[in-house]
């Protein structure tokens, strides 16, 4: 199945550009609880398209996907928008992406054993 066209001139852009901090990361959702703790922080929508407002700090642009049980960012605005303090909380709501554990563990860790099962040829189905 072919990648959503935003999608892919997303990931073709920063791919260009040598940019992957303008790939998105996705939250549940839950992670913007804390902030409605306080009364002078907002959080505003359209329907697809959110913004927390902390009086102080940047806005934070987002998006909302899966019935609204999910938020998305992209990396730089993790790193740029989101004090250092408060990463931990937004790594705790972190949605993974459908990957493979057992290459994710190889490359933080190389030289390590991962039994992965017997090497066999592959020969994926095309899709088109």
Known sequence: ???DPAW????A?????GDAAALPLRFSAAVLARYLQR???????SDTIG???QPGKPVIDFGIVADDR????RFADLLQLVPEAERDHWLDHLIAPDLSRTLLKMQL???ACHDDGELR????EPTC
């Open 1 to 3: 199945m072919p990648a």
């Open 8 to 11: 892919r001139r997303t990931v």
């Open 13 to 17: 852009r920063a791919v260009a550009g």
């Open 39 to 45: 009364s002078d922080n907002r959080i505003l929508r």
């Open 51 to 53: 913004r927390l407002i």
């Open 70 to 73: 999910e938020i998305h960012l």
């Open 109 to 111: 860790t190389p030289g």
């Open 121 to 124: 040829d592959w020969r994926p």
